[in-house]
């Protein structure tokens, strides 16, 4: 039992990593903008948003987030529900020091995700 514990705690840390998805040094976080969706570790969640892809840069499977620079971006995201996986194609305008958060959405009867929204919490 103490072992399944630490397991649990390690795979918690390890899918919380925020990954860069712009070239050149890192930024001060008041310069960028960060767009948090669910790790994939916790996908078993009873829904969770996976952030797959922001314009051409796929996020590694420890990222549960991701800082950008200001500007439109393109975002894929995985809205994983049980053992069903959609898969949404968004657009954000990302403001710097702002963070915007993948919020999944069920329809009637809670059986599949039927949209993701993008809530900006400044």
């Avoid at 040094?25 to 969706?37: D, K, M, N, S, Y």
């Avoid at 975002?75 to 994983?80: A, G, M, N």
Wanted: hydrophobic letters at 45%; proline letters at 5%.
């Amino acid at each position: 039992m103490k072992r399944l514990c630490v397991l649990l705690m390690m795979a918690s840390l390890f899918g919380c990593a925020t990954e860069v998805a712009y070239e050149g040094p890192r930024q001060p976080t008041g310069q960028t903008a960060l767009i948090v969706g669910a790790s994939r570790v916790n996908a078993g969640l009873p829904m969770a948003p996976i952030l797959r892809k922001v314009d051409d840069r796929v996020l590694s499977w420890q990222s549960s987030s991701v800082a950008v620079l200001p500007g439109q971006h393109a975002l894929l995201v995985d809205c994983v529900m049980g053992a069903s996986t959609i898969r949404y194609h968004l657009i954000v305008i990302a403001e710097q020091g702002h963070r915007y958060v993948l919020v999944p959405e069920s329809g009637a009867g809670n059986h599949a995700c039927t949209s993701v929204k993008i809530e900006d919490r400044n």
